[in-house]
């Protein structure tokens, strides 16, 4: 149980162009979803936290215009990236939580975001 | 605010060796505390958690860890390790209030032969 599936797994993309990225909690309802990314040897750093039906909260220091959270139903949520650069690139994970007391994250196996 | 630090960016050992990860925190409220692992070109996987009761939690595949309060510590241990245990693992840190996980900057553990 408690499987999360993104997609797609790698996407590379020219400078200027938007991706989006798919995070899905395959057999359980997430009210909430997190985003990170991750650098290479590096620990995740968190860049936002969406509950189903209601706007992100970004951490400080991600532009919200930039990588844009939605999370529209129990099971999906989606990230944008817009107009990428090449320093976009990263590899950005999710995490899907059932509710706040089991306190449990589950992740997705991660998107490889190339920009060229 | 919370952090978690792991002091060990890497750590090699040798197949059925034992070995030791360790996990310090520091924060000013209850904590729950997680392991995770992350196997190359993978996600995240929970390895163990705790959240409240025995401070002692095991994994499925022989890895325990133990709450420290006193020391602020959540170290991961396991008695003999396995070539299949090479990966990298992170620990983390999470409260009720703040709603959010604070990870290590992880530790690799590599095992040999």
């Known amino acids: 149980g408690a499987v999360v599936s993104q997609h797609p797994s790698r996407v590379i993309c020219k400078s200027g162009t938007s991706v989006k990225i798919e995070c899905r909690s395959l057999d359980f309802q997430a009210t909430t979803m997190f985003w990170y990314r991750q650098f290479p040897k590096k620990s995740l750093m968190l860049m936002a936290t969406s509950n189903e039906g209601s706007k992100a909260t970004y951490e400080q220091g991600v532009e919200k215009d930039k990588f844009l959270i939605n999370h529209a139903s129990l099971t999906l949520s989606t990230l944008t990236v817009t107009s990428a650069h090449p320093e976009d690139s990263s590899f950005y994970i999710c995490?899907?939580?059932?509710?706040?007391?089991?306190?449990?994250?589950?992740f997705g196996p991660g998107t490889r975001l190339t920009v060229l | 605010a919370q952090s978690v630090t792991q002091l060990d960016s890497q750590v090699p050992v040798f197949e059925e060796a034992p070995v030791e990860l360790r996990c310090n925190y520091s924060s000013s409220v209850s904590v729950y505390l997680f392991w995770y692992v992350q196997y190359p070109n993978q996600g995240l996987q929970l390895l163990l958690k705790y959240l409240s009761g025995s401070t002692l939690v095991e994994s499925i595949n022989g890895f325990e860890a133990e709450f420290n309060k006193s020391q602020t510590s959540f170290h991961l241990r396991k008695p003999s390790v396995h070539i299949s245990d090479t990966a990298e693992y992170f620990c983390?840190?999470?409260?009720?209030?703040?709603?959010?996980?604070?990870f290590g900057t992880g530790t690799r553990l590599q095992v040999f032969p």
């Open positions: 995490s899907a939580r059932e509710d706040r007391y089991t306190d449990t994250q589950y």
């Open positions: 983390a840190v999470s409260d009720y209030d703040t709603d959010k996980l604070i």
